[in-house]
Every structure is written in C-alpha cells, then in structure tokens.
C-alpha cells in the first residue's frame, strides 16, 4: 500500500497539466454546448453558431487562469491517486500471493511448481496459468479501488471542468459540500457504470506488463533494470489506453452533468444526456465516432509516463521495503 501510493503521488503531480487539458477536451460540448471543439494549440474553427475562432485549449487556459489553471483539481487528484492505488496494489498483490503462492513447506505437495521470474517464493497458478490470475486480481482490484474513489474522482472532474461563469469551488471540501447540497450523494457516483466497465483497461494492461515483464526476465538471474521496467510499462499502458478509451469520455460526460449553480451570464445551461447508453447515443449522433475518441493523443502522452512512473516507483519501493525486511 505504501509503495502504491507513493507511486500515484509522484505520477499525479508531474502529469496533473496532461491531465486537465484532456479532459476539458473530453467534456467540452457537454460543458460549453454552443462553442466547437477546441484543438490542444490549436483553435476550434468557425462554427454557425460560433463565428469566432475559439482559442485552443492550453492558451485558454493560461490566459483565464495562468499557470494555476493547469493544475486547477490537483487537490482531489491527489486525494483520489493515494487511495486508489493503495488498494488497487493491496487488493491486486494480495490476491495475487494468496491464489498464486504457497508456503515453502507445502511446496514439495503441489504437483507442477515452477519458480517465479522473480525470487518471490513459488507461484504454480501464476506460472500454468497467468492470464487468468493476473486478470481476476486486475479486475478484482480495479473494482475495489473505482467504487471507493469514485466521489474524489467526481469532484476532480467538477474541478477541471467548471466554467468561469460559474461560482468556482474553493478547495476540495468545499465542492464536495456544494455537490451535496445541491444534487445530494447520488451525484458522487455519476459515471461510476462506466468506470466499472473501464476495468477492462486493467485488465488488459497488468497481464500484459506482467508478461512483458516475464519474457524481459527470461535467461536473466538479476532483476529487471529501471528501463526494462518503464518499457513494460509503457507499452502494456499504450495498448490498453487505446483499446478502451471511449468509456473514460462516456465517465466524463455522466460526471460533468449537475444542476447549474449561480452563474455571471445568462448562457444556456450544460446538457444531461442520461445514462451510459444514452449518453454514447447522442454523443455518436450528434457528434460522430470521433467524439469518442477526443482527447486520445493528450491521454497516451499523460498516461503512459504517468504508469511508468507510477510502476517504476512501485517496483522500486517494494524491492527497498523486502530488502529491508530480509526478503530476497
């Protein structure tokens, strides 16, 4: 638990800016209707109903809210990434040893034992069979970490979101208490269905990055290098991010949707789609496939550094920790 949130933090403060720009890219027709979309340094082009060339997303920000604006959600992020990968590691590693491992006395009475890459013991399931370990505890592990967090993660999409005519969120708690107040605790699990079928990415992505890790071990006695671990990371991290984008833009859309507080204008309020299939109806009627798709680039180059730094930092600490502890 320790090793996973000390790799969350770490990767949720250096790719908080990747972040907010996708997914204000995400939510955009959603929280601004009337406008077109905007590129990353691109500008949006005219639309009829918008004659004027909307600046793109980085130089909008930086103009309306600076630097800050960047890191604008950092707050919740951090709150959200501690927790998240503090139970997905717990929950993903324990039922990892527990189904996959044996104690040393047993082993000699379990038939068809092979050594682990690393020297961790034994793991007979893991080693026959792998896949179907790896992704019960991947699936397992993301189910328990998405409904404990998904309030934060809510409140961080409120955050990055929020328009400037809106009455803007002081601090963590005190959005999460406007939230409450005005659209009660049910709104704390808008897109939490979505969520939930995103447990897919994972697994897709820890299956991969551990068998990556396996053909990098194979021949080798010594433990895999920094690099050889940011490489499986990288690459099962790209893999899943394209195979299963489409659900966090659907999250986006279900977790943008509220009842408009006390606003400077008289611009329409944001449109509700619904639910899960609704919201992916209208999204593919009135915008095309590629709304699904939006943001995509943004989330590789945020993503993919962010899980190998995540990973990297992961290794690194359980491997400090067992050292300290006596393990090999």
Same mark, same amino acid.
């Given at each position: 638990?320790?090793?996973?949130?000390?790799?969350?933090?770490?990767a949720?403060?250096?790719?908080?800016?990747?972040?907010?720009?996708?997914?204000?890219?995400?939510?955009?027709?959603?929280?601004?209707?009337?406008? %077109?979309?905007?590129?990353?340094?691109?500008?949006?082009?005219? #639309?009829?109903?918008s004659?004027?060339?909307? *600046?793109?997303?980085?130089?909008?920000?930086?103009?309306?809210?600076?630097?800050?604006?960047? @890191?604008?959600?950092?707050?919740? #992020?951090?709150?959200?990434?501690?927790?998240?990968?503090?139970?997905?590691?717990?929950?993903?590693?324990?039922?990892?040893?527990?189904?996959?491992?044996?104690?040393? %006395? !047993? $082993?000699?009475?379990?038939r068809?034992?092979?050594?682990?890459?690393?020297?961790?013991?034994?793991?007979?399931?893991?080693?026959? +069979?792998?896949?179907?370990? +790896?992704?019960?505890?991947?699936?397992?592990?993301g189910?328990?970490?998405?409904?404990?967090?998904?309030?934060?993660?809510?409140?961080? #999409?409120?955050?990055?979101?929020?328009?400037?005519?809106? $009455?803007?969120?002081? +601090?963590?708690?005190?959005?999460?208490?406007?939230?409450?107040?005005?659209? %009660?605790?049910?709104?704390?699990?808008?897109?939490?269905?979505?969520?939930?079928?995103?447990?897919?990415? $994972?697994?897709?992505?820890?299956?991969? @990055? !551990? +068998?990556?890790?396996?053909?990098?071990?194979?021949?080798?006695t !010594?433990?895999?290098?920094?690099?050889?671990?940011?490489?499986?990371?990288?690459?099962?991290?790209?893999?899943? /991010?394209?195979?299963?984008?489409?659900?966090?833009?659907? =999250?986006?859309?279900?977790?943008?949707?509220?009842? *408009?507080l006390?606003? /400077?204008? /008289? !611009?329409?309020?944001?449109?509700?789609?619904?639910?899960?299939? =609704?919201?992916?109806?209208?999204?593919?009627?009135?915008?095309?496939?590629?709304? &699904?798709?939006?943001?995509? /680039?943004?989330?590789?180059?945020? #993503?993919?550094?962010?899980?190998?730094?995540?990973?990297?930092? @992961?290794?690194?600490?359980?491997?400090? &920790?067992?050292? =300290?502890?006596? @393990?090999?």
């Open positions: 638990m320790i090793a996973g949130a000390g790799g969350g933090l770490v949720s403060v250096a790719t908080c800016p990747l972040d907010v720009i996708k997914t204000k890219l995400q939510a955009q027709r959603a929280v601004n209707p009337q406008q %077109g979309y905007l590129g990353v340094t691109r500008p949006a082009q005219r #639309t009829s109903s004659p004027l060339r909307a *600046p793109a997303t980085v130089k909008d920000i930086l103009k309306h809210d600076g630097i800050r604006g960047l @890191y604008r959600g950092l707050g919740p #992020t951090i709150l959200g990434y501690l927790p998240t990968w503090a139970i997905y590691f717990a929950v993903y590693d324990g039922i990892k040893r527990h189904f996959g491992e044996r104690p040393p %006395g !047993e $082993v000699d009475a379990i068809h034992v092979y050594p682990a890459a690393q020297v961790k013991g034994y793991q007979p399931l893991a080693r026959e +069979h792998p896949w179907t370990l +790896h992704i019960m505890s991947a699936m397992a592990a189910a328990t970490s998405t409904i404990c967090t998904n309030p934060l993660w809510v409140i961080k #999409t409120r955050f990055m979101t929020q328009p400037r005519n809106e $009455v803007r969120y002081k +601090h963590t708690l005190d959005a999460a208490l406007t939230i409450y107040r005005t659209e %009660g605790i049910r709104a704390f699990f808008r897109g939490l269905l979505p969520s939930l079928l995103g447990i897919t990415h $994972v697994a897709v992505q820890f299956p991969l @990055y !551990e +068998h990556l890790k396996r053909v990098a071990a194979r021949g080798r !010594e433990p895999l290098t920094p690099g050889q671990i940011l490489a499986c990371s990288a690459v099962a991290k790209m893999t899943a /991010s394209i195979a299963t984008y489409p659900h966090e833009v659907v =999250r986006t859309r279900l977790q943008t949707q509220k009842r *408009p006390a606003t /400077s204008g /008289s !611009e329409a309020p944001p449109r509700t789609y619904g639910g899960i299939v =609704r919201t992916t109806k209208h999204m593919i009627r009135d915008e095309g496939w590629r709304a &699904l798709y939006r943001g995509l /680039s943004v989330n590789l180059v945020r #993503t993919v550094p962010n899980s190998a730094v995540t990973m990297l930092t @992961y290794e690194m600490i359980v491997r400090y &920790l067992n050292t =300290r502890a006596g @393990y090999s």
